[in-house]
């Protein structure tokens, strides 16, 4: 069954740490991809998104997002991690079934 | 987990007629609802935010005569499309939480086509 999985429920960093978040899809054929994040008491907001063109995209706020299609991941990431980013984050894909979040905790 | 069940997962219209849209709570009570449209190959764009009990909270640009939003429970919101026309076709797709600051839950999402 096509889905979306994202392996991290919470993680928990200090700033300035890097951060890695997982994103796996089982989708055949072309997918086109998101990372929403969710700040508390806030609805989604876009940080980027991929649909074709360079694997490697840029998005607001530092983050970053790798499409590699041969492991059907689009991980996010960031150099350095602000307190800021304590949110929750989430995967799409384009007919937007979502991963079910990761929740991001950075400790001042 | 929490899940939030959506219907109809597709639907095929005539222009002028009206659609209603479901999003229910399955096993918590949803405090707030928010309702997407998401045209295609852009990202979800918030129409409007649902309490129970209360008038939704339309984001600009959405007319709320034609996107009707009844949160009549904690565990359903409704959206009608009134008089439907071609321009409306789109995704729809509503998120719920339990609590203000909590995580979001998705429904699957309704694809719209109005002929």
């Known amino acids: 069954a096509q889905s979306v999985s994202q392996h991290n429920h919470h993680v928990i960093l200090s700033e300035a740490a890097s951060l890695e978040l997982g994103c796996n899809y089982s989708y055949g054929g072309t997918v086109n991809l998101f990372w929403y994040v969710q700040y508390p008491g806030q609805h989604l907001q876009l940080l980027l998104k991929?649909?074709?063109?360079?694997?490697l995209v840029k998005g607001i706020k530092g983050f970053e997002a790798e499409f590699i299609k041969s492991k059907f991941s689009f991980n996010l990431r960031k150099p350095s991690v602000q307190w800021s980013d304590t949110a929750e984050y989430f995967c799409a894909v384009h007919d937007m079934r979502f991963g079910a979040g990761t929740r991001l905790t950075v400790k001042p | 987990g929490a899940v939030v069940s959506q219907h109809p997962s597709w639907v095929i219209c005539k222009s002028g007629t009206s659609v209603k849209i479901e999003c229910r709570s399955l096993d918590f009570q949803a405090t707030t609802m928010f309702w997407y449209r998401q045209f295609p190959k852009q990202s979800l764009m918030l129409m409007a935010t649902?309490?129970?009990?209360?008038?939704?909270?339309?984001e600009q640009g959405v007319e709320k005569d034609k996107f009707l939003i009844n949160h009549a429970s904690l565990t359903l919101s409704t959206l009608t499309v009134t008089s439907a026309h071609p321009e409306d076709s789109s995704f729809y797709i509503c998120?719920?939480?339990?609590?203000?600051?909590?995580?979001?839950?998705f429904g699957s999402g309704t694809q719209l086509s109005v002929l």
């Open positions: 649902s309490n129970e009990g209360s008038k939704a909270t339309y």
């Open positions: 998120s719920a939480n339990r609590d203000f600051n909590e995580k979001l839950f």
């Open positions: 991929y649909f074709s063109g360079d694997p």
